[in-house]
């Protein structure tokens, strides 16, 4: 007869020091997906989808505290417990659990947990990672000396119990989930993405985790699903009135000018609030935007973006210990670059291709935009890399007017370029240019703060007091297609008139009124649609942004072995 090998259980150790107790709620997460309850639990990542707002609707009366939980060992038998919203925690497990309802009588007791949508008709009566849940429960209600054989799932949509017993087998799949969420977090290695999951289109963090994506770029088999794709309705708020105020009122923004009300804003639809000049905002309204995650972006009148405001951070220090460690690496710096570069003078020859307006041919101008790029391939240095960036950008810009529509209307006559200048720029071109990329540098710092990395600390542009160096890396193959471009269309179109100008010693800004229009422009731009070259999904340059700041963290981390620069087909 075989002898069968029994596993001896190994107790976890007493909790000491500051190690955190693991949520009932991460350990379902690290059942359902282990990258999932990475992401969450390690790296502090977290978004709302559907599911998560539908979840919390159907908690909003179990988490209201309710009855007490007695003493086990002071319970009167058949004494009937009944409480609501009850968090139990057990240094010895290392678990801490808040509970929908514990009911039972004595010291007999079953933990409920409330459930969004309808039951699953699966033979157990439910999913694996909602009875280990569970299980959790009932392991801490052990714990603190009461008898729990059985917990129940409650089905909101359905309004069905499902009773789950804790037997052995439940018992034994739920601490191997407890021990390996431990392993995991303790190992400091994300967990690989699952592969063409049915998972993955539900899961409210699947824009962050990018499961198609990484394995995609790893395998460049299965071209990825559009899962990145969510709409979002929510846009940037400007202000830049004089004497304006911000304040909050309800579920809105309040804008007044003067005390007098002029605009309102649904916060729901906010993504952000841009203050031109100075603007007073309340001290309730940055609590609300805070706590729901919307950053303030702070310019001075004229534009020049000077910080934003956030709550306490993304907890992702994981990203930003990636990024100083690449940082301090002159070679990883060398290649993000080049990268970075090159995409840009691919974009800037895109974009001249096609906005070119002169009678002559543009053959041979893309002929020596292909030798810059050949030699920013050969920089063997930031300075060199430098060199060949300025040339493809004298280039650029010694070609930029071609693109500018010109006919017998004067006044656009008068949108006359001949080379880039700034600090101050001394035409309106450059004013626009210069206003443009001022608010490119001030989305892609939101975007990067948003994703977890520190802004200021780049690879290609080096620190220095007050620039967001890694901001001014990102943008760089963005201007032609974001910023030149919104330039190119507000002229070509009609947006933007020479009379929208103001001049003073040699200096030229727009007006504000001229900002205004000129802002619609730029924010129209960033919610164009885009075809991804590699991925083949479409997408707007607004949600384009994240994406590639995402890609930025899975190389930095170790995920995929280069950052796939964006370039326009």
């Known amino acids: 007869m075989d002898e069968v090998q029994r596993e001896l259980p190994l107790p976890f150790p007493e909790l000491s020091g500051d190690l955190p107790l693991l949520p009932a709620r991460m350990v379902n997460e690290y059942q359902y997906c282990p990258r999932l309850a990475y992401l969450e639990w390690v790296q502090g990542e977290w ?8 979840g919390r609707y159907a908690h909003r009366k179990v988490d209201k505290p309710g009855g007490d939980l007695p003493d086990p060992a002071a319970a009167e038998e058949g004494e009937r ?26 010291d007999v007791v079953t933990p409920v947990d409330y459930k969004r949508g309808k039951r699953p008709h699966v033979p157990q009566g439910a999913y694996e990672p909602e009875r280990v849940q569970l299980c959790v429960q009932g392991l801490i209600l052990e714990e603190h000396g009461y008898r729990c054989d059985e917990g129940v799932l409650y089905f909101v949509e359905s309004r069905e119990r499902v009773r789950i017993p804790f037997d ?41 985790c990018l499961p198609d994506e990484v394995n995609f770029l790893k395998r460049e088999q299965t ?5 990145f794709v969510a709409r979002d309705d929510a846009l940037p708020v400007y202000v830049q009135a004089r004497g304006g105020k911000v304040a909050k009122k309800g579920e809105t923004l309040e804008i007044s000018i003067d005390d007098k009300l002029a605009q309102t804003a649904r916060l729901m639809e906010v993504s952000q609030l841009v203050l031109l000049g100075n603007i007073y905002v309340t001290t309730p309204t940055l609590h609300e935007l805070m706590a729901r995650e919307i950053p303030i972006s702070w310019h001075s009148f004229g534009g020049w973006f000077m910080g934003h405001t956030i709550g306490t951070g993304h907890k992702n220090v ?8 690449a940082s301090f690496d002159s070679a990883a710096c060398l290649r993000l670059a080049k990268g970075l570069v090159i995409a840009k003078i691919q974009n800037q020859r895109t974009l001249l291709r096609r906005n070119w307006k002169r009678p002559e041919g543009v053959d041979d101008l893309v002929e020596r935009f292909q030798q810059d790029t050949r030699l920013a391939q050969r920089a063997r240095d930031l300075p060199e ?4 960036e300025g040339l493809a950008a004298a280039r650029y810009f010694g070609n930029f007017s071609a693109m500018i529509k010109q006919d017998s209307d004067t006044d656009t006559l008068r949108f006359d370029f001949t080379t880039r200048n700034r600090r101050p720029p001394t035409d309106p071109v450059n004013a626009m240019l210069s206003y443009a990329y001022s608010l490119l540098v001030r989305t892609w710092t939101v975007a990067l703060t948003a994703v977890g990395f520190d802004a200021y600390r780049g690879f290609y542009h080096q620190p220095r007091y007050g620039r967001p160096a890694l901001a001014l890396d990102m943008m760089e193959p963005f201007r032609p297609l974001i910023a030149d471009s919104s330039v190119i269309q507000a002229i070509n179109n009609g947006e933007i008139r020479p009379t929208d100008f103001l001049s003073a010693a040699g200096s030229v800004a727009l007006t504000a009124d001229g900002r205004k229009r000129f802002i619609g422009t730029f924010e129209r731009r960033l919610s164009q649609e885009v075809t991804h070259p590699l991925f083949g999904y479409k997408l707007s340059y607004r949600r384009l942004l994240e994406l590639q700041a995402r890609l930025l963290a899975r190389h930095l981390l170790g995920e995929i072995a280069d950052y796939p620069n964006f370039t326009t087909r």
Request: net charge neutral; proline share 9%; glycine share 8%.
């Open 81 to 106: 417990v009944h409480a609501r919203s009850i968090t139990l925690s057990s240094n010895r497990l290392g678990l801490i659990a808040k509970m929908d309802l514990v009911e039972g009588a004595g």
């Open 318 to 325: 994981e990203i930003r210990a990636a990024q100083y460690r």
């Open 385 to 388: 890399l430098l060199g060949a």
């Open 168 to 208: 052995e087998e439940l018992r034994a799949l739920t601490r191997n989930a407890i021990d390996g969420l431990r392993l995991i977090a303790a190992g400091g290695t994300i967990p690989p993405p699952l592969e063409d999951s049915p998972k993955c289109p539900r899961c409210s963090l699947v824009s962050i």
């Open 47 to 54: 978004s709302d989808s559907s599911d998560t707002v539908e």
């Open 223 to 227: 071209p990825p699903r559009p899962l």
